[in-house]
């Protein structure tokens, strides 16, 4: 956890907490693989996903791994942003990231 918050990868969930228990949305870990990477420019400007608004926080992270081929979303153009990322959806994602 420290480490995570030193390498700028996560702040918690606010006012000083981690929420180690809880869940975390697909948003949020391929936000969490986007920072481990070193936050790197994105090149593709076009959002595929009619459920990521062009003005999200997570944007530039679901574009970029779109671009490494990290995830292709959930269905024809949906990523499900706010969905619980499954721990099968987590490994995959950090399989392909890993590869990439």
């Not at 420290?2 to 180690?20: C, L, N, S």
């Not at 400007?45 to 009619?50: G, S």
Request: negative net charge.
């Amino acid at each position: 956890v420290v480490w995570a918050k030193e390498q700028g990868i996560t702040d918690g969930i606010g006012d000083g907490r981690f929420g180690p228990n809880d869940t975390c949305t697909r948003a949020q870990v391929v936000t969490f693989l986007y920072a481990a990477a070193g936050k790197p420019e994105v090149t593709t400007t076009e959002n595929p996903f009619e459920d990521v608004a062009d003005d999200a926080w997570y944007l530039k992270p679901v574009l970029w791994a779109v671009e490494q081929g990290i995830t292709g979303g959930t269905g024809p153009n949906a990523f499900s942003p706010d969905a619980e990322c499954t721990r099968a959806q987590i490994v995959t994602f950090l399989y392909r990231a890993m590869t990439e």
